[in-house]
């Protein structure tokens, strides 16, 4: 049954999958983490997004953490799949499992290992198929820093004419992009700061929300800004905003999925070791993201329950 669109807004951690020490997927510690995420009011998450490490998975690696993550993602969050695969035929099948196991929405990545050939007609191509045989909404998911390739807004609106495709996660940082697009196809498409980052100045023109790599070390935060822009409380919002931007920096564009787990080991949830080809933080690394984490005024472990 399709939820109504209109709740999908407001602030989404794309979670990381977590590893034991052999590499494999530590079941265990993903319910630890979204109990604790649970906590907070998040309108849900997205499994097997660039966090969450799908591209390094398996097949079956990548069902048993949808089917894990399902579990415990509570019936009123919203839980969106990261379906993008290289070829449209693999994507479809991705996406069709997601639905079977339960996803509200699918997170898609264009295919990018050809692309000088991803042509807007391509492209166009390409999601028109996924969406025709989804059955559930198709986000786009721009991540230029990964695939290379960043959408321009006349081809998110092409993308955007196939009904079941309702809006995007944009990680460029392009904020007149997104002002653009959401002048172009109104306010019933979803746009979403693909980074903490920009998250203010993204609402600012329209955007509907985050799905922020910092929310799942900083949720408080990240939604209060998002609660202070609604109530109209901007100066509130920025100095929020502008304390978060280093932290959020460390985790995304500095030390990517490594230092987001090394951060969520800090702060008392269970990062663990990323996965090959990936490199872990060296120690002193670890020590200047601590630092970081100081300066940003997140709570340590022993704080962590009453601030969540």
């Known amino acids: 049954m399709l939820r109504d669109l209109a709740e999908l807004k407001g602030i989404l951690p794309p979670i990381p999958t977590p590893f ?18 649970n906590r907070c009011a998040l309108t849900g998450y997205v499994v097997l997004g660039s966090n969450g ?7 079956r690696e990548r069902l048993d953490v949808l089917r894990a993550a399902r579990e415990d993602i509570p019936a009123d969050r919203w839980m969106i799949a990261g379906t993008g695969c290289p070829s449209t035929r693999e994507t479809i099948e991705l996406t069709r499992d997601a639905v079977k196991i339960g996803a509200d929405v699918a997170l898609v990545l264009p295919p990018s290992y050809y692309r000088g050939r991803m042509t807007r007609e391509a492209l166009v191509r390409h999601y028109a198929s996924v969406a025709d045989t989804a ?7 721009n991540m230029p820093a990964c695939t290379g390739m960043d959408l321009d807004a006349e081809t998110i609106v092409a993308l955007a004419v196939h009904p079941s495709v309702i809006g995007i996660k944009d990680s460029g940082g392009d904020v007149a992009k997104l002002g653009a697009v959401r002048a172009a196809l109104g306010p019933g498409f979803r746009v979403f700061a693909g980074s903490a ?15 922020l790599a910092l929310a799942n070390i900083a949720p408080a935060e990240c939604l209060a800004i998002h609660e202070a822009f609604v109530s109209s409380r901007v100066d509130a919002a920025w100095e929020i905003q502008l304390r978060m931007i280093p932290i959020n920096a460390a985790v995304t564009s500095r030390w990517g999925v490594a230092g987001l787990k090394a951060a969520m080991d800090l ?10 080809p990936l490199v872990a933080l060296t120690q002193r690394e670890i020590e200047e993201l601590k630092a970081m984490l100081v300066r940003a005024g997140l709570p340590q472990e022993d704080e ?4 969540s």
Not at 20 to 37: G, P, Q, S, T
Not at 197 to 211: E, K, Q, R, S, T
Not at 304 to 307: F, I, Y
Request: net charge positive; charged share 25%; hydrophobic share 45%.
């Open 20 to 37: 034991n020490e052999r590499d494999e997927f530590a079941r265990d510690r993903l319910r630890d983490n979204l109990r604790a995420w």
């Open 53 to 59: 490490e799908g591209v390094l998975l398996s097949p």
């Open 135 to 141: 059955g559930i909404p198709i986000l786009i998911y």
């Open 197 to 211: 980052g920009f998250l203010l100045p993204a609402l600012a023109v329209g955007a509907v929300g985050g799905i």
């Open 267 to 276: 702060l008392g949830r269970y990062g663990g070791p990323v996965r090959g």
């Open 304 to 307: 962590r329950g009453a601030r």
